[in-house]
């Protein structure tokens, strides 16, 4: 009795911890944004495998959904399962990113059960179409204007009604990659809503929404919205990581200086590097501008790190045996099809790589093991044994550890120096990767570039730059010359960089320092892997981006624009958009470029809205009318971008989720 | 008003998706007439994507494996293909407690045939497992078990 007391009493200190916690967080807005940005991005879902290491995730998630980690049946891809991300460990095939595949198994079971009685398709359509008229609804109560809500009521019903006369059922082995995409599609939202939060956190809803909108329609993020790829749940799970630590610094409360760590596990379980990264980073941080470290907050925030990192670790134990060793740190499967016989066998030979499009492998530096799997592409019992060997480059004599306790701690205290290892030398060769060309070609101009296998991508120069997909960011690359200016022009003698103090009392300054050293230090971890093939935006790089539109809104001229020129932010953004959307038709069936091409004039467009913002910071920053067609121009650019690509370039021969989205593309093609 | 639109749209919703559903075979709503095609359908369509061989390998003939004077050797033969990236092979001998291994590097963009022969004083069952290493991958190009006896 006592004891189910006390349990009541946990819970509801936690449940009012909660309520206290979401009491000063605007989640109309937030809301509305997440519903706008699932709406926007859901209007050009396509139903396919865009890049193929998908094809392992849509694999794992099928399995677990059989009650199997391994891949003990190939559902999508070739017989072996022979696809990038699939990884080998005593002789069982597994996939990755499994916290994306237990995300989006709920998801698949609800989908399995309504086919039971309904049509999923329908029901899709019909959220849709909901969703169209309830953010109407909120728009029209937001702008306190009565022709918005039966406008949306009236798109709805009729998408609806055209998503059913058009569309066709959606077959249950596609119901897999329904659902991932549904986990990263939801997660853009969450994205998006964030990105307000936090945002408006420090300076107000206008600016906060502005960011958010900013967001959603940049190319990093709108083209990857509905791909299941892990780097737009990982984004989220950063973002949210920095909003909490953001709030932690201003309501003081150690509760929320925890929850911080929530989204570390989470990440982990997506990806491991990426949450070792977030780990590294929100930890120093956080110790360096705390205003408490003792022994009560320690345990606190270790408690909560600890259990958000507990599905990671159960998972990796069941895969590896290793709670710390992810699928990421096996062996990466490429085929082979060997088998365990009494006689010597001829293995096939084997074709690597076998489509384009795929991550490039990873640098797993693990060549001492063996890789294994099944000849019958299952993957499972008929596959290879991996006895481990006692030794790898000498003939010794091998003595198995008798204490298996000690022989725990020696595995996870030899995987952590791993990975650490790993870590390090990768900040090294990250260190080693900042030549002026490379970073040119990431973060600038693409063009044809040195070193991308255009072969794997049907020769067409489709890999932008940052820039050049979210040009919006070049404001960051005019900031310091605005502040120099800002500086010159005030006369001000002294340069004051903030101190251990201000970082420990500004919560703004603190959040700044957390997005500057996650930038830094996950750009640098990647930097050696890029530039290449089939990122389209850079895709590595696309947990860095909502932090980098933070700091665009962290720039008091801009935060002055948004404030003081809304409508014509506004205004000239839909205008800037629409113009661009006629050029767009009107100049395609003239010059009938490749993609490839029509992918580098949206870049050096892109680049040219991006030069306009520059110039603006760096000339005539006061000018908020002249901001405002700055910002809008790079802004409608890059929602252009999002639009062509989804709509256009990259649909040919795609199924569309909604009917009405293959209207639009009709409709575009009929007018060019 | 706002209300009875959505709660309207959303009891049409259900009740479509019910009508097209299983429940009512009388009306059959299209199925999907990509359900069997490739999920993975490439950037621009799987046209123009070819097949970027980075490796490609062949066991030239079976392992010969030799006993004398208590040892084994195992004959290896492997024709190996490289394309952008060098490959390490390695030849490894075992039983379960002592291995030997021999090794071989084809630069990239060759064509080699590389033959080893790994030896180890030992005798039972051993296995013999020869990689390929490239780009951060490793693949089996062979493993087999095969039992020696003393004599």
Request: glycine share 10%; proline share 6%; net charge neutral.
């Given at each position: 009795m006592s004891r189910t007391r006390s349990l009541r009493q946990v819970f509801g200190r936690i449940h009012t911890a909660w309520r206290r916690w979401l009491a000063p967080i605007p989640t109309t807005h937030a809301a509305t944004l997440f519903l706008l940005a699932c709406v926007v991005f859901a209007s050009y879902w396509r139903l396919d495998v865009f890049i193929v290491d998908t094809v392992a995730v849509a694999n794992a998630l099928a399995n677990v959904a059989d009650g199997t980690l391994q891949l003990s049946t190939v559902y999508y891809g070739p017989p072996d399962a022979q696809t990038p991300g699939v990884y080998a460990h005593d002789g069982r095939l597994y996939g990755r990113n499994y916290g994306h595949v237990f995300a989006a198994l709920p998801i698949l079971l609800a989908l399995r059960a309504v086919a039971l009685v309904a049509e999923p398709a329908i029901l899709l359509a019909g959220l849709w179409s909901l969703g169209i008229v309830v953010v109407g609804r909120r728009l029209a109560t937001a702008f306190d204007t009565g022709l918005v809500a039966p406008t949306a009521a009236m798109l709805g019903g009729f998408l609806f009604v055209l998503n059913v006369v058009g569309g066709a059922a959606i077959a249950p082995r596609m119901f897999p990659l329904v659902a991932l995409q549904l986990v990263t599609l939801l997660a853009a939202g969450g994205l998006v809503a964030t990105a307000y939060l936090l945002a408006s956190l420090f300076h107000g809803h206008r600016v906060g929404i502005a960011t958010a909108v900013a967001t959603m329609l940049l190319g990093p993020v709108g083209f990857w919205a509905t791909i299941p790829k892990r780097h737009l749940i990982t984004a989220f799970l950063v973002l949210l990581a920095c909003y909490c630590f953001a709030r932690s610094r201003v309501s003081g409360r150690l509760f929320d200086r925890a929850l911080a760590y929530v989204p570390v596990g989470l990440t982990a379980w997506v990806s491991a590097p990426e949450g070792f990264l977030l780990l590294v980073v929100l930890g120093t941080v956080d110790f360096v501008t705390a205003d408490r470290r003792d022994l009560r907050a320690l345990l606190a925030i270790g408690g909560v790190l600890f259990v958000s990192l507990l599905p990671f670790f159960v998972t990796n134990l069941l895969i590896s045996?290793?709670?710390?060793?992810?699928?990421?740190?096996l062996t990466s499967y490429r085929g082979g099809g060997a088998t365990v016989t009494s006689q010597p066998t001829v293995a096939p030979s084997n074709p690597a790589?076998?489509?384009?499009?795929?991550?490039?492998?990873?640098?797993?530096?693990?060549?001492?093991g063996q890789t294994g799997g099944g000849s019958d592409g299952t993957g499972g019992d008929g596959g290879a044994t991996d006895?481990?060997?006692?030794?790898?480059e000498a003939s010794t004599d091998g003595t198995p550890s008798t204490n298996p306790i000690g022989s725990v701690i020696a595995t996870l205290a030899a995987t952590l120096t791993a990975l650490l290892d790993r870590v390090l030398s990768q900040f090294e060769r990250g260190i080693e990767a900042l030549d002026p060309q490379r970073l040119y070609h990431v973060f600038v101009r693409s063009g044809r570039i040195p070193g991308v296998d255009y072969t794997q991508t049907g020769g067409e120069t489709i890999e932008l730059t940052l820039l050049e997909t979210a040009p919006l960011l070049a404001a960051l690359v005019a900031a310091p010359g605005y502040y120099l200016r800002r500086w010159l022009t005030q006369r001000r003698l002294r340069v004051r960089l903030p101190s251990v103090s201000t970082l420990r009392t500004d919560p703004a300054r603190a959040t700044d320092l957390f997005a500057v050293v996650f930038v830094v230090v996950f750009s640098l971890v990647y930097l050696p892997r890029l530039p290449v093939h089939g990122t389209v935006t850079v895709r590595y790089l696309i947990p860095t981006v909502p932090l980098l539109v933070y700091g665009v809104a962290r720039l008091a001229p801009v935060q002055a624009v948004v404030t003081e020129a809304t409508d014509t932010l506004a205004r000239a953004t839909l205008l800037a958009f629409g113009l661009g959307l006629a050029l767009l038709v009107a100049i395609g069936p003239v010059f009938q470029p490749s993609v490839g091409a029509v992918m580098q004039a949206h870049a050096v467009v892109n680049l040219a809205t991006g030069g306009l913002v520059a110039g603006w910071l760096l000339?005539?920053?006061?000018?908020t009318r002249l901001g405002a067609v700055a910002l809008a121009c790079a802004t409608a650019a890059a929602a252009l971008f999002v639009f062509a690509t989804g709509f256009e370039y990259f649909a040919d021969g795609r199924r569309y989720v909604f009917a009405a989205a293959r209207l639009i593309e009709m409709g575009i093609q009929a007018v060019a | 008003m706002d209300t009875r639109v959505m709660s309207g749209l959303a009891v049409v919703v259900v009740a479509t998706a019910l009508v097209a559903g299983p429940l009512v075979p009388a009306v059959s709503y299209p199925t999907d007439p990509t359900a069997n095609d490739a999920v993975y359908s490439g950037f621009g369509g799987n046209a123009g994507l070819e097949l970027d061989r980075q490796l490609s390998y062949q066991l030239a003939d079976e392992p010969t494996v030799t006993v004398a004077d208590g040892a084994v050797t195992a004959r290896t033969t492997i024709t190996v293909q490289t394309g952008a990236d060098p490959v390490a092979l390695r030849y490894q001998l075992r039983n379960d407690t002592r291995s030997t291994v021999a090794t071989a590097t084809v630069p990239a963009g060759e064509v080699r045939t590389i033959t080893r022969t790994p030896r180890l004083d030992a005798t039972g069952q051993l296995t013999l497992n020869v990689t390929a290493a490239t780009d951060g991958s490793l693949f089996v190009v062979h493993q087999s078990t095969f039992n020696v006896s003393d004599a």
């Amino acid at each position: 009795m006592s004891r189910t007391r006390s349990l009541r009493q946990v819970f509801g200190r936690i449940h009012t911890a909660w309520r206290r916690w979401l009491a000063p967080i605007p989640t109309t807005h937030a809301a509305t944004l997440f519903l706008l940005a699932c709406v926007v991005f859901a209007s050009y879902w396509r139903l396919d495998v865009f890049i193929v290491d998908t094809v392992a995730v849509a694999n794992a998630l099928a399995n677990v959904a059989d009650g199997t980690l391994q891949l003990s049946t190939v559902y999508y891809g070739p017989p072996d399962a022979q696809t990038p991300g699939v990884y080998a460990h005593d002789g069982r095939l597994y996939g990755r990113n499994y916290g994306h595949v237990f995300a989006a198994l709920p998801i698949l079971l609800a989908l399995r059960a309504v086919a039971l009685v309904a049509e999923p398709a329908i029901l899709l359509a019909g959220l849709w179409s909901l969703g169209i008229v309830v953010v109407g609804r909120r728009l029209a109560t937001a702008f306190d204007t009565g022709l918005v809500a039966p406008t949306a009521a009236m798109l709805g019903g009729f998408l609806f009604v055209l998503n059913v006369v058009g569309g066709a059922a959606i077959a249950p082995r596609m119901f897999p990659l329904v659902a991932l995409q549904l986990v990263t599609l939801l997660a853009a939202g969450g994205l998006v809503a964030t990105a307000y939060l936090l945002a408006s956190l420090f300076h107000g809803h206008r600016v906060g929404i502005a960011t958010a909108v900013a967001t959603m329609l940049l190319g990093p993020v709108g083209f990857w919205a509905t791909i299941p790829k892990r780097h737009l749940i990982t984004a989220f799970l950063v973002l949210l990581a920095c909003y909490c630590f953001a709030r932690s610094r201003v309501s003081g409360r150690l509760f929320d200086r925890a929850l911080a760590y929530v989204p570390v596990g989470l990440t982990a379980w997506v990806s491991a590097p990426e949450g070792f990264l977030l780990l590294v980073v929100l930890g120093t941080v956080d110790f360096v501008t705390a205003d408490r470290r003792d022994l009560r907050a320690l345990l606190a925030i270790g408690g909560v790190l600890f259990v958000s990192l507990l599905p990671f670790f159960v998972t990796n134990l069941l895969i590896s045996g290793n709670p710390l060793q992810p699928p990421r740190l096996l062996t990466s499967y490429r085929g082979g099809g060997a088998t365990v016989t009494s006689q010597p066998t001829v293995a096939p030979s084997n074709p690597a790589e076998p489509i384009g499009g795929a991550d490039p492998p990873p640098q797993n530096g693990d060549t001492g093991g063996q890789t294994g799997g099944g000849s019958d592409g299952t993957g499972g019992d008929g596959g290879a044994t991996d006895t481990p060997a006692p030794t790898d480059e000498a003939s010794t004599d091998g003595t198995p550890s008798t204490n298996p306790i000690g022989s725990v701690i020696a595995t996870l205290a030899a995987t952590l120096t791993a990975l650490l290892d790993r870590v390090l030398s990768q900040f090294e060769r990250g260190i080693e990767a900042l030549d002026p060309q490379r970073l040119y070609h990431v973060f600038v101009r693409s063009g044809r570039i040195p070193g991308v296998d255009y072969t794997q991508t049907g020769g067409e120069t489709i890999e932008l730059t940052l820039l050049e997909t979210a040009p919006l960011l070049a404001a960051l690359v005019a900031a310091p010359g605005y502040y120099l200016r800002r500086w010159l022009t005030q006369r001000r003698l002294r340069v004051r960089l903030p101190s251990v103090s201000t970082l420990r009392t500004d919560p703004a300054r603190a959040t700044d320092l957390f997005a500057v050293v996650f930038v830094v230090v996950f750009s640098l971890v990647y930097l050696p892997r890029l530039p290449v093939h089939g990122t389209v935006t850079v895709r590595y790089l696309i947990p860095t981006v909502p932090l980098l539109v933070y700091g665009v809104a962290r720039l008091a001229p801009v935060q002055a624009v948004v404030t003081e020129a809304t409508d014509t932010l506004a205004r000239a953004t839909l205008l800037a958009f629409g113009l661009g959307l006629a050029l767009l038709v009107a100049i395609g069936p003239v010059f009938q470029p490749s993609v490839g091409a029509v992918m580098q004039a949206h870049a050096v467009v892109n680049l040219a809205t991006g030069g306009l913002v520059a110039g603006w910071l760096l000339v005539r920053p006061d000018d908020t009318r002249l901001g405002a067609v700055a910002l809008a121009c790079a802004t409608a650019a890059a929602a252009l971008f999002v639009f062509a690509t989804g709509f256009e370039y990259f649909a040919d021969g795609r199924r569309y989720v909604f009917a009405a989205a293959r209207l639009i593309e009709m409709g575009i093609q009929a007018v060019a | 008003m706002d209300t009875r639109v959505m709660s309207g749209l959303a009891v049409v919703v259900v009740a479509t998706a019910l009508v097209a559903g299983p429940l009512v075979p009388a009306v059959s709503y299209p199925t999907d007439p990509t359900a069997n095609d490739a999920v993975y359908s490439g950037f621009g369509g799987n046209a123009g994507l070819e097949l970027d061989r980075q490796l490609s390998y062949q066991l030239a003939d079976e392992p010969t494996v030799t006993v004398a004077d208590g040892a084994v050797t195992a004959r290896t033969t492997i024709t190996v293909q490289t394309g952008a990236d060098p490959v390490a092979l390695r030849y490894q001998l075992r039983n379960d407690t002592r291995s030997t291994v021999a090794t071989a590097t084809v630069p990239a963009g060759e064509v080699r045939t590389i033959t080893r022969t790994p030896r180890l004083d030992a005798t039972g069952q051993l296995t013999l497992n020869v990689t390929a290493a490239t780009d951060g991958s490793l693949f089996v190009v062979h493993q087999s078990t095969f039992n020696v006896s003393d004599a």
